[in-house]
């Protein structure tokens, strides 16, 4: 029996160096989990967008409603005269944005910089299936649905261009804060609509007014609060 006991013996010493083999395998596994994980956590840190407070939001341009506003029903129409109505905001984050075809500056500036957002979010492959991008136009009287879902989409395929009748585009306006959208009878031309309100309104996936990014609009800081707001509601 003693002798059993006996790790000089070649039979216990062979047991021995199997335990040892064994332990050192758990411990080289234990080891490698623990570093995937801290990895893991690592990457996951740096690619999950850092929920940024009120003020940081505001900081970087962007101002939120203390409670989301509900929007009225409406409708507007896109190319092909297909409806666009308040059913089509509910489950998706909606950017809107309201300018017209023939805007000479800041729209085609701001629509521009909704185009690199969306491409930097791609480029991240961030969630977009439940995002949309919706321009409407305030010259309904020049732009028909063709006209401006072919200006929208002439800066990203996947962006909406939108038209309504007048009295439907000033409630929907007016409810977003968005005006200069009547039209100057003694003007032909359209240049009292240059100096409309140039914000991006934001639209949470309950159809309800959730904010405005304010100009001047930089990249970066549209991605950040952008990606704060929309990965976490």
Known sequence: LLHFFDFRSPFNRSLSNLIMKKNI????????????????LFVNKLTTPRVLSASELLSNGFYMLQEPKPISDFELFTSGDKPFTKTDLYGKWTVMYFGFSRCPDECPTTMFELKKLFNVLDEKNYKLNDKQWVLVTIDPERDSPEDIDNYA????????????ERPMLL???????????????????NKHLDNHVNNIILIDPEANLYGYFRPPFDTSRLSLTYQSITSIN
């Open 153 to 164: 989409k002439g800066f990203n395929k996947n962006f909406i261009g939108v038209r309504g």
């Open 25 to 40: 395998k758990i411990n080289l596994f234990l080891i490698a989990l623990f570093i995937s994980t801290v990895m893991f």
């Open 171 to 189: 409630s929907l306006g007016t409810q977003l804060a968005i005006n200069n959208m009547m039209p100057n009878h003694n003007d032909h031309s």
